[in-house]
């Protein structure tokens, strides 16, 4: 099955620092990739959507400045969380739609914990 | 807009009965369905899906779904539930086509609690 793997799995960073979280996928080529927070006990919120070689889609609310997002090759997108604060702390996922299919099957990532103290 | 419902925020069932989480949707013409599973710190997990044709969906680990139009309904099933099923569980939908297509609505999700 097609996998999509994330690092760090988790990151502790202090406030102010930026944070990158890279997602990949393993096995195919990802047309597009989506970006999503979950916090503790909730569903998964769509960031944004990330097209190969195109800047990315934000979701309303989200700032772009502050969550920037790479998307420079068919298996490869990364978020910078810029000058992170601990409000900021959540757990981000990233899921990879695969090139070709008929229909627009996600595939998610593991997932990465981000703690800003 | 679509919408996913999920109505109990919690199911606690014994293990070895029946389990049922429930999902209702609102989606204009004929949807994509999914069912997803997340164990705590993890990344979402696919269980099945619903595309087209019969509307009983087998899946990973026991799961099945029926996908009831007149009802806009997918609930998850499983015939005896495990300990080990124990996890959040999100439905989430696809439109078949047109705008927003490849964007997932998640439900809020469902804890599954099977107690032992």
């Known amino acids: 099955g097609a996998v999509v793997s994330q690092h760090p799995s988790w990151v502790i960073c202090k406030s102010g620092t930026s944070v990158k979280i890279e997602c990949r996928s393993l096995d195919f080529q990802a047309t597009t990739m989506f970006w999503y927070r979950q916090f503790p006990k909730q569903s998964l919120m769509l960031m944004a959507t990330?097209?190969?070689?195109?800047?990315?889609?934000?979701e309303q609310g989200v700032e772009k400045d502050k969550f920037l997002i790479n998307h420079a090759s068919l298996t490869l997108s990364t978020l910078t969380v810029t000058s992170a604060h601990p409000e900021d702390s959540s757990f981000y996922i990233c899921?990879?739609?695969?090139?070709?299919?008929?229909?627009?099957?996600?595939?998610f990532g593991p997932g990465t914990r981000l703690t800003v103290l | 807009a679509q919408s996913v419902a999920q109505p109990e925020d919690q199911v606690n069932v014994a293990e070895g009965n029946p389990l049922t989480v429930k999902c209702t949707y609102s989606v204009s013409g004929n949807p994509y369905l999914f069912w997803y599973v997340q164990y705590p710190n993890r990344g979402l997990q696919f269980l099945l899906k619903y595309i087209t044709g019969d509307n009983l969906v087998k899946g990973s680990y026991g799961f099945e779904a029926e996908f009831n139009k007149s009802q806009t309904s997918f609930h998850l099933k499983k015939p005896s539930a495990l300990v080990s099923d124990s996890a959040l569980y999100f439905c989430?939908?696809?439109?078949?086509?047109?705008?927003?297509?490849?964007?997932?609505?998640f439900g809020k999700g469902t804890k599954l609690s099977v107690i032992p």
């Open positions: 899921s990879a739609r695969l090139r070709g299919r008929a229909y627009n099957e996600q595939f």
């Open positions: 990330s097209n190969e070689g195109s800047k990315a889609t934000y």
């Open positions: 989430a939908s696809l439109p078949y086509s047109g705008a927003g297509s490849y964007q997932l609505t």
